[in-house]
């Protein structure tokens, strides 16, 4: 926060006199972007295509087909919410299923889910329309902007001159900062909210937020660094009570997304919208939702219409189109990544697409968008359970529209004899001490793989010593280059040896 001198009137009158004129634009911008009628890509009734497609093996052996209702009900993930945008708009938005169990409510295409790390690439764009607006330096350091809180001296890997190589805006949102505390688990609404400098300071129910590596020696996943920058935003933006009233002038408002908030705790007048968390055994999370004071990097409440507008705005700049909130240079940097980690400011830049996922206690979510195209997709669900979900759901969409990619893995099975699929038979250990059983299942086709706590899938052969789950396609390679029987078996790169 800036002293009252004449620089710093200037700015606060150029901010809201910026924000004035990105307000007036909204409304024409969100009519553009409004639901156009289209076929549904999917309903409750359409069968799921699966992870896996298996030649070669008998129907008996491979998962069911599922439509979406069973899929639903099998994951315990009473609800879920979609928007598919086709040709630049909004092309069809639905609910499905139920935001509240026990008052039967409906999911509809308004219903409320928590975005929970969805809320990154929101508080980037947030972030880069202050740049744009002179109001803060990306590459300053953020302690010459922090008011109400300093980054806290301490001991890292080898030197560190903190003035010389200072923690930024940019890398604090891009992840590089070096920053601890991957994410936040959140607060029971009976609980007492801890303010961001308390979180920061370790005295919620997380650490302390720390600088444990010298900026930009490393890519490092930090909800902790979005913390640090929200606090820098709102300090540098002082004409703005707290984030939400700032994110809302920065990028709600202008975008249209009029029925997304940052407030936490959610308000009142909210709750017969919001939908209610559920948990991996299918019970309501206490209270129906948690709190997160950690707004920037989990506390986005919003629609997947509403994060349809910020990436249909987004895939506008990558065209070269400057947007109500962000001019396509400014696009252009958010799309910026260094090394091999394919992370911009706030999102992930895939080579042929961009988005981000999320997942809070009790939601799960998604977003997807082309670079090439303006085309892309948000599912929103309220389980635990919502990853393989959202993920059957997508790839049926996917294939429903001949968009490109998300197609299921092609596996063809190898007919193996009694005798070499026994070679891959016995008793493995992991290196923790876990052990698993293998054995020839009942149909001598493949074999049947028994975890510690009795739980069972089924392996069908890709080749002599490679078999693969049907379900997901996971592959476990069974070590064959001794005599005799398999002395090791790789699993999702854990080796376990056998046990004598």
């Known amino acids: 926060m800036c002293e009252p001198s004449p620089r710093c009137l200037m700015l606060r009158a150029r901010l809201l006199a910026r924000l004035a004129i990105g307000l007036a634009v909204h409304a024409s911008i969100s009519a553009a972007q409004e639901s156009q009628s289209t076929a549904p890509p999917i309903t409750l009734d359409t069968q799921l295509i699966p992870p896996v497609s298996v030649t070669g093996a008998p129907a008996e052996l491979l998962p069911q087909p599922q439509t979406l209702r069973e899929r639903m009900a099998e994951a315990d993930v009473p609800g879920l919410s979609i928007a598919v945008v086709i040709d630049g708009q909004i092309a069809w938005a639905q609910g499905f299923g139920l935001a509240n169990v026990e008052r039967q409510s409906p999911v509809t295409e308004t219903t409320l889910f928590q975005a929970a790390s969805i809320s990154k690439p929101v508080a980037a764009v947030g972030a880069l329309r202050l740049a744009e607006l002179g109001v803060i330096d990306l590459d300053a350091n953020v302690d010459s902007i922090l008011t109400s809180w300093t980054i806290p001296a301490h001991t890292i890997e080898g030197e560190w001159d903190q003035q010389a190589d200072p923690v930024t805006i940019r890398n604090l949102l891009s992840h590089d900062a070096g920053t601890t505390v991957r994410g936040f688990p959140g607060y029971e609404r009976d609980q007492r909210i801890p303010t961001t400098v308390e979180v920061l300071e370790g005295q919620g129910n997380t650490a302390p937020v720390l600088v444990e590596a010298r900026p930009n020696s490393r890519h490092q996943y930090s909800g902790g660094g979005y913390t640090i920058a929200q606090l820098t935003m709102v300090d540098a933006a002082n004409e703005f009570d707290d984030f939400p009233s700032l994110m809302s002038a920065l990028v709600l408002n202008p975008l249209g997304m009029n029925d997304s908030t940052f407030v936490q705790p959610l308000p009142n007048t909210l709750y017969d919208r919001a939908s209610t968390g559920y948990q991996f055994?299918?019970?309501?999370?206490?209270?129906?939702?948690?709190?997160?004071?950690?707004?920037?990097?989990?506390?986005?409440?919003?629609?997947?219409?509403?994060?349809?507008?910020?990436?249909?705005?987004?895939?506008?700049?990558?065209?070269?189109?400057?947007?109500?909130?962000?001019?396509?240079?400014?696009?252009?940097?958010?799309?910026?990544?260094?090394?091999?980690?394919?992370?911009?400011?706030?999102?992930?830049?895939?080579?042929?697409?961009?988005?981000?996922?999320?997942?809070?206690?009790?939601?799960?979510?998604?977003?997807?968008?082309?670079?090439?195209?303006?085309?892309?997709?948000?599912?929103?669900?309220?389980?635990?359970?919502?990853?393989?979900?959202?993920?059957?759901?997508?790839?049926?969409?996917?294939?429903?529209?001949?968009?490109?990619?998300?197609?299921?893995?092609?596996?063809?099975?190898?007919?193996?004899?009694?005798?070499?699929?026994?070679?891959?038979?016995?008793?493995?250990?992991?290196?923790?001490?876990?052990?698993?059983?293998?054995?020839?299942?009942?149909?001598?086709?493949?074999?049947?793989?028994?975890?510690?706590?009795?739980?069972?899938?089924?392996?069908?052969?890709?080749?002599?010593?490679?078999?693969?789950?049907?379900?997901?396609?996971?592959?476990?390679?069974?070590?064959?280059?001794?005599?005799?029987?398999?002395?090791?078996?790789?699993?999702?790169?854990?080796?376990?040896?056998?046990?004598?």
């Open 281 to 500: 055994d299918g019970s309501p999370i206490n209270g129906n939702w948690v709190v997160h004071p950690e707004m920037a990097a989990a506390g986005l409440w919003t629609t997947p219409s509403d994060l349809a507008r910020l990436f249909i705005s987004l895939q506008q700049g990558m065209a070269g189109q400057d947007g109500p909130v962000l001019a396509a240079d400014s696009v252009a940097q958010m799309l910026r990544f260094e090394g091999d980690v394919r992370y911009g400011l706030g999102i992930n830049v895939g080579t042929e697409r961009i988005g981000h996922g999320g997942g809070n206690r009790g939601f799960r979510c998604v977003a997807t968008f082309f670079n090439d195209r303006p085309e892309g997709i948000v599912i929103m669900s309220n389980g635990d359970n919502g990853w393989g979900l959202n993920s059957d759901v997508l790839r049926t969409i996917f294939v429903e529209l001949e968009w490109p990619g998300l197609r299921p893995i092609e596996k063809s099975v190898t007919q193996l004899d009694l005798a070499q699929l026994a070679r891959c038979a016995g008793r493995f250990a992991l290196p923790d001490g876990t052990t698993f059983q293998v054995e020839i299942d009942e149909s001598e086709v493949g074999l049947v793989v028994t975890l510690a706590d009795d739980q069972t899938f089924r392996l069908l052969p890709e080749s002599e010593s490679v078999f693969f789950d049907p379900a997901d396609g996971v592959p476990i390679t069974f070590d064959l280059s001794a005599e005799g029987p398999a002395t090791r078996a790789i699993w999702s790169e854990l080796s376990a040896s056998r046990v004598q």
